[in-house]
């Protein structure tokens, strides 16, 4: 009897601090943890706490500028509630550079390649290790949200909108609806809760969807894409040999009067839609052009390639990009218009440069104002492929020089 008398008080203990701790509310707003260190020697290390109690943690931000002579690396480990190591990585932190490591992963997914990252990061240690010369800076930012993590847009949300009640907002006026032609229909799909979308690299948020549907006895027996203009949108299902249709997270790739087409997956192969995409007023009013301002067209130069002794002339496209490519399994390709250029390619270790070389008559044929877009994977305009896609904007051949 005495032992029950003194659980009861712990046990209401308990009760209270477990309803105390479903209490706790993130503040407004939700506070974001910034700063700078400076490392005065190797194995010097500090802390950032990740967690407040209440927020949902976005993202860690590394930013760093230490010059060629000085700067170090940094090893950044992670640590869960207990202390424990999650995963380490280690940054090459001399000259400029940036590392983002997302949060918004964790509780669902492997992260960043680690099998055994399911654990949220209670906090992380950055430690400076060899080669190390000092004075070495670092600047850090934890971004943080309240409520809980919200869901990121993946396949599987895509998949769901496919048979999901929709608003029609444009169709085929009638041409396109015979056996020899192809329709379209364009609809309006709400989400069942808003989502996070990885737009060139920045986050935005996304409550709905256009559903876009091709119907007609000319579709071909098989193909991969369906193209707005020069967006390639992958073609994500089939009904029987009649109708075919995609997603678009991307409201940007809709232009009023944009023709489309369906193509193989490299665009060799193309059918063209009899009508071009007519958009209601209300939609062409809210559609906003987008830019990636740290990706730009340096410069369009006439060249020669010296074999032997032939001389064969050449045009180089260099860009540039404040996003680095990653080095990846898949390789990098760049599209401008309609056309795919992989072979063609060359960058340095920075991951920051792309030089794109081609003949004349190459050049002479790609189209004026045409989009220009680097990918991994798959051509994929939809808004689905995230931070594998950059906008390098529009091609103007104005820029050509000897």
């Known amino acids: 009897m005495r032992t029950s008398q003194k659980l009861i008080p712990l046990m209401v203990l308990c009760l209270f601090c477990q309803a105390e701790a479903k209490a706790q509310v993130c503040p407004d707003p939700p ?4 700063g700078v260190h400076r490392f005065r020697q190797e194995g010097e290390s500090f802390d950032i706490p990740i967690t ?11 930013r760093w500028a230490n010059g060629r002579n000085n700067g170090s690396n940094f090893a950044v480990t992670f640590l869960d509630v207990d202390n424990q190591p999650i995963y380490t990585k280690t940054i090459f932190g001399f000259l400029t550079g940036t590392f ?6 964790f509780n669902s997914e492997p992260w ?19 080669p190390f010369a000092p004075p070495a800076s670092l600047s850090y930012t934890v971004t943080r949200a309240s409520g809980r993590p919200q869901p990121k847009l993946d396949e599987t949300i895509a998949m769901s909108l496919r048979t999901a009640p929709g608003k029609v907002l444009a169709q085929s006026s ?11 229909r364009l609809e309006e799909v709400a989400l069942t809760e808003p989502a996070l979308m990885e737009s060139y690299g920045a986050p935005e948020n996304i409550e709905k969807a256009f559903r876009l549907t091709l119907s007609g006895g000319a579709l071909p027996g098989k193909f991969d894409l369906i193209w707005v203009d020069d967006a390639p949108l992958p073609v994500l299902w089939r009904n029987g040999s009649r109708e075919t249709g995609t997603l678009i997270f991307d409201s940007s790739v809709l232009k009023d009067g944009a023709e489309m087409f369906v193509s193989n997956l490299d665009g060799t192969q193309m059918i063209k839609l009899a009508e071009t995409l007519k958009l209601p007023d209300s939609l062409k009013n809210e559609i906003l052009p987008k830019t990636e301002n740290a990706n730009t067209v340096v410069g369009i130069t006439r060249g020669v390639r010296v074999i032997g002794e032939t001389r064969q002339p050449l045009v180089q496209i260099e860009l540039k990009t404040g996003r680095p490519f990653p080095a990846r399994d898949s390789t990098l390709q760049l599209q401008i218009g309609k056309r795919f250029f992989t072979r063609e390619l060359s960058g340095d270790l920075s991951g920051r440069t792309l030089t794109l070389t081609l003949t004349p008559e190459i050049f002479a044929e790609l189209k004026q104002d045409a ?32």
């Open 31 to 34: 506070p974001q943890t910034s």
């Open 52 to 62: 407040v109690p209440g927020c949902n943690a976005i993202a860690l931000d590394l």
């Open 100 to 105: 983002q490591f997302p949060f918004t992963s």
């Open 112 to 130: 960043l390649g680690s099998r055994s990252m399911y654990a949220s990061p209670a906090k992380v240690t950055i430690q400076a290790v060899s």
């Open 174 to 184: 009638g041409r396109g609806t015979s056996s020899e032609s192809l329709a379209y």
């Open 371 to 402: 989009d220009i877009i680097a990918f991994f994977d798959k051509p994929d305009r939809s808004g689905l492929s995230g931070g594998n896609i950059w906008c390098f904007g529009r091609l103007d051949k104005r820029m050509l020089r000897d």
